[in-house]
């Protein structure tokens, strides 16, 4: 996509009301959850909610004409705070990986179902309403495992066999099954060197992870939720947070949130989006901009972050709706270390990442004449409280520069 036709692409979406450009502007209508073409890393990720309020972390990931460690499939379970498991992380470096795309649904021809085929680990599959992950991995339990090469499936006494199916998909628009938290932004293309997308923000969960084959002993297996999300584009940024949460699985609220952003050309940004029974709010530049060459902006977004003490908070608004996020870990952290894809290929312990957080969310609205009086500079004020969720056992992710600050 060429950059006039890239910037016009943007703008028109902007200005335009959404249901009229979706429908009349057909190159809007990419799935960009599905596999691009020309861009030099995806990565595909999702985190799932276990019984004992654990989380399950699976990573698909490929950096294209990488000459070292190119592929990275991942596995990980965190247990929650009051479980008596262990955690358990494996990773692989396969030598190869295929993508295979299949036949579109004639009920859901916006969506394009796919295949990742990991050589030796096993498969993730995505289409419509479904996602699944069909993979094998030496035991790292009791082993010195920094790193696996493919050919020590072969050698391990034992392997872990991973199993997760996700029905039920929220979509970040359930309106528009193919929108993402960029909105506009996405148009840009290779001008932005990293997007974000959100498949789903709450799905049903079911997972099974043992050891051996399918009639070895189980080690976890249980019903639960799901976030989906990828990355793909240049490389990962210098510095970057993400933060998710959803509200307990017996909840009746069924509120969401989720949060991505760091340094990228020259400024510090965010995508949020926040979901309720009541509001489905998206927070997205020009909004979020905090800082332009590391000056702080504050005009509307606040952002402050330490990774030592395990904390986020962030105050952002547009001219008639705030939200206020502070994310706590507890005093222990338990970060987890996680590779990340750079331009070299993917590098181990370049992120920091926890599930042990507090999310508490606050949201705000005012009046649009007040807004108008103050020329939405906020002034004036004005904002009333509508709504307070805290999340438990929410996501929390330091990574690149702001992991080692």
């Not at 276990?50 to 190119?70: H, M």
């Not at 006494?157 to 998909?169: A, E, F, I, R």
């Not at 979901?275 to 709010?281: A, D, E, I, L, N």
Request: glycine letters at 6%; one cysteine or more; proline letters at 6%.
């Amino acid at each position: 996509m060429s950059l006039i036709r890239s910037m016009f692409l943007t703008a028109v979406d902007y200005i335009t009301p959404r249901r009229i450009s979706r429908k009349y502007i057909q190159s809007l209508r990419q799935d960009h959850f599905a596999p691009h073409k020309n861009t030099s890393f995806e990565g595909h990720y999702s985190r799932i909610q276990t019984t004992d309020q654990g989380t399950i972390a699976i990573v698909v990931c490929e950096v294209r004409k990488a000459k070292k460690n190119p592929y990275l499939v991942h596995f990980s379970y965190s247990p929650g705070k009051d479980s008596n498991k262990a955690r358990i992380k494996a990773e692989m470096y396969p030598e190869a990986m295929d993508k295979i795309l299949q036949d579109k649904d004639p009920e859901e021809p916006l969506i394009q179902p796919y295949q990742y085929v990991p050589h030796n680990v096993g498969l993730y599959e995505y289409g419509p309403n479904r996602c699944t992950y069909n993979l094998r991995f030496p035991d790292p339990r009791g082993l010195d495992t920094s790193q696996f090469h493919p050919t020590q499936i072969q050698q391990a006494n034992k392997h872990l066999h991973v199993s997760v199916k996700l029905t039920d998909l929220t979509h970040w628009d359930p309106n528009d099954k193919i929108s993402t938290p960029e909105g506009p932004l996405v148009n840009l293309g290779r001008l932005l060197p990293l997007h974000w997308h959100v498949s789903s923000t709450r799905s049903k969960a079911e997972y099974t992870v043992r050891e051996n084959d399918e009639s070895g002993n189980i080690i976890l297996q249980g019903s639960g939720l799901a976030h989906s999300e990828k990355n793909w584009g240049t490389s990962f940024p210098n510095g970057w947070i993400w933060s998710q949460s959803f509200s307990h699985i017996n909840s009746p609220n069924k509120a969401t949130y989720s949060l991505a952003g760091g340094r990228i050309l020259g400024m510090e940004a965010f995508l949020i989006g926040y979901r309720s029974q009541k509001f489905r709010w998206d927070f997205r530049p020009p909004f979020t901009i905090s800082k332009v060459f590391g000056f702080k902006l504050n005009l509307f977004n606040k952002e402050e972050h330490d990774v030592h003490k395990g904390t986020l908070d962030i105050d952002v608004r547009t001219f008639v709706k705030r939200l206020k996020i502070n994310v706590v870990l507890p005093d222990d952290k338990c970060y987890m270390p996680l590779s990340c894809p750079l331009t070299s290929g993917h590098e181990p312990d370049y992120a920091v990442e926890s599930f042990r957080a507090t999310t508490t969310i606050r949201a705000y609205t005012r009046s649009a004449w007040i807004s108008i009086l103050d020329l939405g500079t906020g002034l004036l004020g004005g904002w009333e409280l509508v709504e307070t969720n805290v999340f438990d056992d929410g996501a929390l992710e330091f990574g690149g520069d702001f992991r080692h600050e």
